[in-house]
């Protein structure tokens, strides 16, 4: 009885909270997304599934496709980027570690627009990279390098690498040293041991950075919107338009329903590899 | 017999430390042999500078009467026991058994005959297809010791081999490590903290103190002829009473002449091991050591009893051990007055150790 | 060998953080700049920063912004502590875990989205309240995670001690728990804090028509939508190290922050 009473109290609030402006929130768009679109842009409570056939439209699934496409090439290139920037960390004095750690993350908690904005600036026509490179004369012409899929990639490789190295460096410090040694005595070069015996035991470092950096690019909004143009739609740009330009939330909210399923199948994945590593690694 | 590994003048620093001081060594072929030491004596630090793990600042080392000092850890014709055991946690027991004989490039068939057959002497085979975290301390160990073994190497190295498992199965290893070397006939290098291990499996013992070698020998020859005042304290128990040599024993104060075998003079430290002391309740004839006290305090250790006496008015105290079978109801207890004597020829007279230990187990 | 890799290694974090920095320090260098032209330097001004100080809309949506921010940073910090403290004394729950780590990880529009069709449902006036309910939701998990952390290393048998030495539940909580985890309520404070005032999806979309809950993101928003302008370089200059002394308060205040 005493400890129900303390569990409420301590849980309450909080589990209220998110109760309340999460799970019914996110269960309310999911009902939305079998009625239809009312005349002036409400919801019209009449049961359908044409919402469904319409987000399964090659249309929009190519959109999807699109994103996924971008998404992946972000996530593959923050993970390149990330490990050996994670693996050189490791290699750093003690003291310096934490610093250097610091400095990667710092960015990451800042404004996320401004650090979009940054990439602007730097892409635009007369930009910092444009500039530089027609003043060594290397180009004579502007390079078109904003406004386009490559400048999202940019983008998203900029926003989330800092958080890829953070869970790549972690996974890398949970490494026993002594495995490392074991595999050069038993006769293995560094790459040999790089590959075999070092990578393996990060694997669970890189499928984290990996589905963060993936699930939050495919759902991303301001940095197609930004750096995109109008041109490149993704699929968090697509949501936004049913919501704000175009007043079909039950699309809207099925094509949320889509995105959040994509996020908990690859959620579920990676905590289905971090269970196995976890596994192994006690003791 | 041949010398396995020569170690000549070996030094390494840290930054300002000396972790290892000039240390010069030879290890037989076939032996066990073990570096003993507290902890930061340099004990580890030696065997990775064998390994190749450490380079040193100075000296030489030599396997085989080959110098291998600048050699890459894996181009050495010796394997290590890691003291976390290092068993790669991806893989299963059998790959971390084959790894080392993938990175010598054998032929497949060699490999899985030679996997096989050290998963089976090891009895492992049922446990082939598991992954290290699915086996017990004892298993882990058994297959950090296949995957050394199984790449016959010429020196096997042991880091603390058994300080990760419980006190009962440890007994049971160090006697199996024994059997397990005269099998394989190969050295064995152990380092370890545990005295009474090193003196369990080692056929010789080097005992390392900050960074030095202390003594080298067989264990009984350390145990019975300790040649420092640290040696004689780190291994066993042993009772000290301070004084000043003079020929034919020791001078201490409030218990005058005591006798023993003596070849220098100045201050000195009477030593003698609780199980050559016995208890007599009046002062014995001529010949023996007698030192008067009262009895301050009762061990019980199932096999034999510790009598702690306080001696020279409480200035020292000495530990005597009786055999459980000789105690008598009642024969000690606390309080009573009681003499501690011993033989001369029991006495060992050292000289303090140039820098004063604070390691080492009084009574 | 080694020793090249390690050389190659530290190009490879060098040029890693140069990609990090250049395009931050591009700004901060720009927004001295005196002329319009954005992207080409005419000369030192501090001119773009008056501007911004004697524009009433910037600083309307600068005090929204410090009004959102404040308030469900409080309210987080407070609801969070409790339910770390909750959840890390009671049995291991997975579905627990997923519920506190969602709002971490769903994206900004869902969460944005299914907010404001809940507020339209439950017929809620949209304004700075709105905002404020929201950015609770997410600030919460950011403090649970932080704490929960701190909780980790926390010997629990020190409950039992105080409880032992004859000390009331309650008492337990604020002289033996408090102190131990309050670096990482600061720290999950400080996080909130960051996190509010840099928040824009969530804000755009709950903050109803109208210009008057319009935050300093928004703002930010819709002044890069019209063009790149060296206001923006002054703002964005005034906001990131705003960001960067907030995070480096909150490292300092719980060390693991980060490293978790």
């Known amino acids: 009885m005493r400890n129900r009473l303390k569990s409420v109290i301590l849980l309450g609030p909080g589990l209220g909270w998110l109760a309340l402006l999460m799970v019914v929130p996110c269960g309310l768009i999911f009902t939305y997304s079998v009625f239809e679109r009312g005349v002036y842009g409400g919801i019209d409570y009449t049961f359908t599934l044409e919402n469904f056939r319409r987000a399964a439209d090659p249309l929009f699934l190519g959109i999807f496709l699109r994103s996924a496409k971008i998404a992946g090439l972000a996530t593959l290139i923050a993970i390149l980027i990330a490990y050996p ?170 094509l949320s329903m889509f995105l959040i399923a994509l996020m908990m199948i690859l959620l579920f994945a990676q905590a289905m590899v971090a269970r196995r590593a976890a596994g192994e690694g006690a003791g | ?248 024993g020791v001078e201490v104060p409030g218990a005058g002449l005591l006798h023993g075998a003596c070849d220098f003079t100045g201050p000195a430290s009477m030593a003698v091991r609780p199980e050559r002391v016995s208890l007599a309740e009046v002062t014995p004839g001529e010949g023996l050591n007698a030192v008067p006290g009262q009895i301050a305090e009762l061990a019980y250790h199932g096999t034999d009893l510790s009598v702690h006496v306080d001696v020279l008015d409480g200035r020292a105290r000495m530990a005597a051990r009786v055999p459980a079978a000789q105690v008598d109801a009642g024969a000690f207890e606390i309080g009573r007055p009681v003499t501690c004597c011993w033989a001369p020829e029991h006495s060992r007279i050292l000289q303090p150790d140039a820098n004063e230990t604070l390691t080492g187990s009084r009574p | 060998m080694q020793r090249r890799m390690h050389t190659g290694l530290k190009l490879h974090l060098g040029l890693f953080f140069a990609f990090l920095y250049v395009p931050v320090l591009v700004l901060m260098v720009l927004s001295f700049n005196r002329a319009g032209l954005p992207t080409v330097w005419t000369g030192f001004s501090l001119d773009w ?15 929204n912004t410090l009004v959102v921010a404040v308030a469900s940073t409080v309210l987080a910090t407070v609801i969070g502590t409790l339910l770390a403290v909750g959840v890390e004394t009671r049995r291991n729950s997975p579905f627990l875990d997923a519920i506190l780590f969602a709002p971490m990880i769903i994206p900004d529009i869902v969460l944005a989205i299914a907010l404001l069709s809940f507020y339209t449902a439950i017929s809620l006036t949209l304004g700075l309240h709105s905002i404020i309910l929201s950015h609770v939701v997410f600030n919460i998990a950011f403090v649970v995670a932080v704490v929960r952390t701190r909780m980790r290393h926390f010997d629990h048998s020190m409950l039992e001690a105080s409880a ?97």
């Open chain 2, 1 to 248: 017999m041949t010398v396995s590994i020569e170690l000549r003048n070996i030094t390494k620093r840290f930054g300002s430390v000396t972790a290892v001081d000039d240390v010069s060594l030879e290890i037989r072929d076939n032996e066990i042999f073990a570096l003993l030491g507290p902890s930061g004596c340099g004990k580890t630090t030696l065997l990775r500078t064998l390994a190749g793990f450490e380079v040193p600042d100075g000296g030489q080392v030599l396997v085989g009467g080959q110098d291998v000092t600048g050699w890459r850890p894996r181009k050495r014709p010796l394997n290590m026991m890691f003291q976390s055991y290092a068993l790669f946690p991806h893989m299963t027991v059998e790959r971390n058994v084959a790894y080392g004989l993938e990175m010598e490039k054998r032929p497949r068939d060699e490999i899985r005959a030679r996997v096989a057959e050290a998963l089976d002497s090891a009895q492992l085979s049922r446990f082939a297809s598991r992954k290290p975290d699915q086996l017990s301390g004892g298993q882990r160990q058994r297959v950090a010791l296949a995957r050394a073994l199984v790449k016959r190497p010429k020196v096997l190295l042991l880091d603390e081999p058994l300080s990760a498992l419980d006190k009962k199965l440890r007994e049971e290893m160090q006697l199996e490590l024994k059997r397990l070397q005269s099998e394989v006939g190969i050295t064995f290098l152990v380092v370890t903290h545990d005295q009474e291990e090193a003196l369990v499996m080692a056929d010789r013992i080097a005992v390392l103190r900050d960074g030095r070698l202390a003594q080298v020998g067989p264990p009984q020859a350390l145990y019975e002829h300790p040649a420092t005042h640290f040696v004689a304290s780190f291994i066993g128990v042993m009772n000290f009473l301070e004084g000043t040599a003079v020929p034919g």
């Open chain 3, 49 to 63: 920063y008056g501007k911004l100080f004697t524009a009433d809309p910037i600083i309307r949506a600068a005090r």
């Open chain 3, 164 to 260: 032992d030495l004859g000390a009331s539940e309650f008492t337990t909580f604020r002289r033996v728990l408090l102190p131990t985890i309050a670096p990482g309520v600061i720290a999950g404070a400080l996080l909130s804090f960051t996190l509010s005032v840099d928040e824009f999806i969530i804000a755009f979309f709950t903050a109803g028509a109208g210009q008057s809950s319009t935050t300093l993101p928004m703002q930010i928003y819709s002044m890069i939508r019209f063009g790149v302008t060296p206001e923006i370089n002054a703002m964005a200059t005034i906001v990131m190290l705003v960001s960067f002394t907030l995070v480096l308060l909150a490292q300092r205040a719980d060390r693991r922050v980060f490293t978790q």
């Open chain 1, 85 to 254: 920037a994670a693996f050189a960390i490791t290699r750093a004095p003690r003291d310096w570690q934490t610093a250097l750690l610091i400095l990667v993350i710092l960015p990451f908690w800042s404004n996320y627009l401004i650090r979009t904005y940054a990439w602007i600036v730097m892409l635009n026509r007369e930009g910092l990279i444009n500039n530089g490179l027609a003043g060594l004369g290397v180009i004579d012409e502007p390079l078109p390098l904003l406004y386009n899929s490559f400048a999202v990639v940019v983008g998203l490789v900029y926003n989330y690498t800092p958080f890829v190295v953070l869970a790549i460096y972690a996974s890398l410090n949970r490494i026993n040293r002594e495995t490392i040694e074991a595999s050069e005595d038993l006769g293995a070069s560094g790459w040999v041991t790089f590959w075999r015996v070092i990578v393996p035991q990060t694997v669970p470092g890189i499928a984290a950075g990996g589905v963060f950096v993936f699930v939050l690019s495919i759902g991303n909004f301001i940095t197609p919107d930004l750096l995109g143009g109008g041109r490149l739609q993704m699929v968090g740009n697509l949501i936004y338009d049913q919501f704000l330009s175009a007043r079909d939330w039950p699309f809207g909210a099925t």
